[in-house]
């Protein structure tokens, strides 16, 4: 996209192009702050917005919109919590370990120093709850998806998804080759910060 | 003060408040498919209008109550019995302690709304007692639910036996559906044939119509070629279409990010009818300018103002 104007997704939803989902992070941030706004979604290159119609208009929404994207500073995201998460690789966890390595040309053993020698961002929490697209796999690792998706994917399970390495927070169907997975909870239901990996969270995986 | 499910039918959820503010976790809201009338149901037995009750796909539904209550049956039409007594929708019924409540099979439209009086006492997960089928939460233990069930049911609030919604406020749902839309972000996309089409010829829904969304058949829809776009926003009532030419219209349980076309959006008026189009039914879209479709809500919320109070906007909104 990077289209910076304001385009209208529904009578009372509005998204804006912006050049990088850190930009895009760092706008619905401080969005957020505003009480105007019933949902704001950062995407991969636009900021989202939604309003409830019968209070505000689109074009009020616009206005603000298009003067947060106007004047975006980039947040500096090295100051970001650093989220640790152990991760058993290969075996009945990571089924997939063994075709990723040969896919890439790799020994398995490789694919796991690789995975978990990298720093990844968490670019944006989408597909289902808590599914974190994270930024930063080493490129030697880029995978295509499976032909068929698994219809159980056990929760905390690490995949890769092309350019993506991700977790799934919750039990589901998923299409991600599986290279590990995690026993740390991800999201608790009932707190306040409900999911442990916000957007913008930095992220590192440690073989256990 | 228990509600015993003796026939659960199909799929049948509990939805309240949808699960609003959490769409960059990747949250989906869920709530009912048809909040105006979970919302109508809600306003006979005195609650408030986004309170918990069960969502009945296709009807073929029955409970016993251990307790008395008043009850209110809404939605798509189908036979409401007390004890074998036959009753009507949109009124608030007395069931008695040790009484069934029987809902027939949905006769037009597809999702039946139950309220009972104080409505039924879930804990709510992030923030809301909807049920989030494919997360496993929220709810009745995050299911759907099944016989022997025992749901607790909040305390009654005040009511009147016998109130109804009035005629005038109570939707029809047949088998053909016209959707007012407004063009969405990537509505540019359709070839300039599809632009005309896509108003012009009716969509079939498909056969596999959930809560995530509703695929249109018998249309088939053109894009003009583009690079692959990156993941971005949809929201209940976003009609996205993938290359196939089928579009899809997202519904209350829907993802939060996609990377298919954009090329409508639902009217904020008309999201509530998504839940009563019924598999192989016909769907039109007619197109409105997003100031049209704000304006046609404002009618319609002044409208519904003298019997659901200021509070109707709640029926549709998080806020």
Not at chain 1, 90 to 103: H, M
Request: proline share 7%.
């Amino acid at each position: 996209m990077a289209d910076r104007r304001v385009t209208i997704l529904s009578d009372r939803a509005l998204t804006i192009g912006v050049a990088s989902a850190a930009e895009a992070r760092g706008i619905a941030e401080r969005l957020r702050q505003e009480v105007m706004f019933e949902e704001v979604v950062p995407g991969l290159d636009s900021v989202s917005v939604l309003v409830n119609p019968l209070r505000k208009t689109l074009q009020e929404a616009g206005r603000v919109l298009e003067e947060f994207a106007g004047r975006s500073t980039p947040i500096d995201e090295r100051a970001a919590p650093l989220v640790e998460i152990p991760v058993r690789y290969g075996g009945e966890d990571g089924p997939d370990l063994g075709r990723v390595a040969r896919a890439c040309d790799l020994s398995p053993d490789e694919v796991i120093a690789l995975h978990s020698g990298a720093q990844y961002t968490v670019e944006i929490l989408g597909f289902l709850p808590g599914f974190a697209y994270l930024g930063g796999l080493d490129p030697r690792l880029a995978t295509e998806r499976l032909a068929e998706p698994r219809l159980r994917v056990p929760a905390g399970s690490v995949g890769i998804g092309g350019s993506f390495s991700g977790i799934y927070s919750l039990d589901g169907s998923g299409g991600w080759p599986l290279v590990g997975r995690t026993g740390m909870a991800l999201f608790d239901a009932d707190a306040e910060q409900p999911f442990v990996l916000e957007p913008g969270r930095r992220v590192r995986f440690v073989p256990q | 003060m228990t509600l015993n499910v003796l026939k659960p039918g199909v799929q049948t959820t509990v939805q309240g408040s949808p699960r609003t503010g959490l769409r960059h976790f990747g949250m989906p809201w869920s709530g009912p498919a048809d909040p105006l009338s979970l919302a109508m149901a809600n306003r006979l037995c005195g609650n408030d209008l986004r309170a918990p009750g069960l969502e009945v796909t296709f009807g073929n539904f029955e409970c016993l109550f251990t307790e008395e209550r008043l009850v209110a049956v809404t939605g798509a039409d189908a036979s409401v019995t007390i004890d074998g007594r036959p009753q009507a929708m949109h009124r608030a019924l007395r069931v008695g302690a040790g009484e069934r409540v029987a809902i027939g099979p949905a006769q037009r439209g597809m999702r039946i709304y139950l309220a009972t009086g104080g409505g039924i006492d879930v804990k709510t997960a992030f923030g809301s007692p909807s049920t989030y089928l494919p997360g496993g939460f929220g709810g009745h233990e995050g299911r759907a639910l099944r016989e022997g069930d025992r749901l607790a049911l909040g305390r009654q609030g005040p009511a009147h036996e016998g109130d109804a919604t009035p005629a005038e406020l109570r939707s029809v749902f047949g088998t053909s559906t016209i959707l007012r839309v407004v063009p969405s972000a990537e509505f540019e996309r359709l070839t300039a044939k599809s632009r005309r089409e896509i108003f012009e010829k009716p969509f079939m829904a498909g056969t596999q119509i959930d809560r995530m969304g509703i695929r249109l058949k018998d249309n088939p829809v053109s894009l003009r070629p583009a690079p692959p776009m990156n993941s971005a926003a949809v929201f209940p009532g976003t009609i996205q279409c993938p290359e196939g030419g089928e579009p899809i219209i997202l519904g209350p349980d829907a993802q939060t990010t996609g990377g298919y076309a954009r090329i409508l959006s639902v009217a904020t008026v008309d999201t509530y009818l998504l839940g009563q189009i019924t598999p192989r039914s016909q769907v039109r879209f007619f197109l409105k300018t997003p100031e049209a479709a704000v304006a046609d809500l404002v009618l319609r919320e002044r409208l519904l103002e003298s019997w659901l109070g200021g509070q109707s906007a709640r029926s549709f909104s998080s806020a």
